[in-house]
C-alpha cells in the first residue's frame, strides 16, 4: 500500500508561519488524491480543517490555507497562536482507499 | 449538527471477535459516507474502511481486509464494524467518523490474553 510521508516534527515562533508537508511513495501528489488535512490535540477527537486540497470548512480558521507544493500537498499556517500546537495529519485518496501520513507533532515556542 | 456514538469496544482475547456500531443523530445519515479510524496509544491515525451512503460501495484498508467487515443499517442510522480474527496490534481507539468531517469520540478496543 502506498506511504504518505509528512514531518515528524516541526516548531514555530508565535506569530510566524509554518508549512507542513505530505508526501506519498508512488510519486508527486495532485489534486486527483483530494488531500485532506486534520488537527488533532491531545486527548482529542480529530478536526478537520482542509478538504480536496485547498477547501476549507466553515470553521477553518482563514490562517490556515491548503495547497500543492513541490510534488506534495501543504498546509500552511500562518500568524502562529500557541493554541495551533497540536498533532496535523494529511491523509491522500488512493483508487478508492484513504491513506493517512503518520503526522506531524507541530509545538509552537 | 451531527452527532456520531461509538460503542462496543472492550477487552477480548487474540483471535476474538468484536461488533462495533457507531450512531448517529441530528443528520440525515443515509446521505453521508461513513468511515472507521483507528489509532493506537500515543500512534497516529489509521483510516480502515469506509461506506457508501447506501452501502453500495465499501473499501477497506490491506490491514484489515478480510478480518473487518463494514456495514449500515440507515434505517436505524447506524454503522457497523465486524472485527474478527483480532490480533494484539488491533488494540486501539477506533473512531467513526461522516465524510471524514463529523467523529465520534471513539470506542477503545484491547486485544489481550
Known amino acids: 500500500q502506498t506511504v504518505v510521508t509528512q514531518e515528524p516534527s516541526l516548531t514555530v515562533s508565535p506569530g510566524g508561519t509554518v508549512t507542513l508537508t505530505c508526501a506519498c511513495s508512488?510519486?508527486?501528489?495532485?489534486?486527483?488524491?483530494?488531500a485532506n488535512w486534520f488537527q488533532q490535540k491531545p486527548g482529542q477527537v480529530p478536526w478537520a480543517l482542509i478538504y480536496?486540497?485547498?477547501k476549507k470548512h466553515s470553521w477553518t480558521p482563514a490562517r490556515f490555507s491548503g495547497s500543492l507544493l513541490g510534488g506534495k500537498a501543504a498546509l500552511t499556517l500562518s500568524y502562529v497562536q500557541p493554541d495551533d500546537e497540536a498533532d496535523y495529519y494529511c491523509?491522500?485518496?488512493?483508487?478508492?482507499?484513504?491513506?493517512f501520513g503518520g503526522g506531524t507533532k507541530l509545538t509552537v515556542l | 449538527e451531527v452527532q456520531l456514538v461509538e460503542s462496543g469496544g472492550g477487552l477480548v482475547q487474540p483471535g476474538g471477535s468484536l461488533r462495533l456500531s457507531c450512531a448517529a443523530s441530528?443528520?440525515?445519515?443515509?446521505?453521508?459516507?461513513t468511515h472507521w479510524v483507528r489509532q493506537a496509544p500515543g500512534q497516529g491515525l489509521v483510516w480502515l474502511s469506509h461506506?457508501?451512503?447506501?452501502?453500495?460501495?465499501?473499501r477497506y484498508a490491506d490491514s484489515v481486509k478480510g478480518r473487518f467487515t463494514v456495514s449500515r443499517d440507515n434505517a436505524k442510522n447506524t454503522v457497523y464494524l465486524q472485527m474478527n480474527s483480532l490480533r494484539a496490534e488491533d488494540s486501539a481507539v477506533y473512531y467513526c467518523?461522516?465524510?471524514?468531517?463529523?467523529w465520534g469520540q471513539g470506542t477503545l478496543v484491547s486485544v489481550s490474553s
Open positions: 467518523a461522516t465524510d471524514l468531517t463529523s
Open positions: 441530528g443528520v440525515i445519515f443515509r446521505t453521508f459516507w
Open positions: 461506506i457508501k451512503d447506501d452501502g453500495s460501495d465499501i
Open positions: 508512488s510519486g508527486a501528489v495532485t489534486s486527483g488524491y483530494y
Open positions: 480536496e486540497t485547498t
Open positions: 491523509q491522500l485518496f488512493f483508487g478508492g482507499v484513504w491513506v
